[in-house]
């Protein structure tokens, strides 16, 4: 079945780091938009990066271009999300999303908590 599991999350002070990763299974990763999506309390869930197969395509929210970098593993499955400079308004639950090139799929992870605060 498909999983999608992310990792990485937690507490940390303003300006710091924090790298999540996203371990995909079931179904063809490498043929598949990955992209992380955040969601903080009260909010819209907001979509902050895209990467498409093959690493040539990525884009990024207004909020966090020159801070956070998309990356992907096709050997591995797996998609991460270096994110710099965190800052209070980072604060949110962090989810990986996986869009097939072929077919009607849509997978979502549990989510990982990110906290950025002193």
């Known amino acids: 079945q498909v999983q999608l599991v992310e990792s990485g999350g937690g507490l940390v002070q303003p300006g710091g780091s924090l790298k999540l990763s996203c371990a995909a299974s079931?179904?063809?990763?490498?043929?598949?938009?990955m992209r992380w999506y955040r969601q903080a309390p009260g909010k819209e869930r907001e979509q902050v990066a895209t990467?498409?197969?093959?690493?040539?395509?990525?884009r990024y929210a207004d909020s966090v271009k020159g801070r956070f970098t998309i990356s992907r593993d096709n050997a591995k499955a797996t998609v991460y999300l270096q994110m710099n400079g965190l800052k209070p308004d980072d604060t949110a639950m962090y989810y990986c999303?996986?869009?097939?090139?072929?077919?009607?799929?849509?997978?979502w992870g549990q989510g990982t908590q990110v906290t950025v605060s002193s």
């Open positions: 999303n996986a869009v097939p090139l072929e077919g009607s799929g849509d997978y």
């Open positions: 079931g179904f063809t990763f490498s043929r598949s938009f």
């Open positions: 990467i498409n197969s093959a690493s040539n395509y990525v």
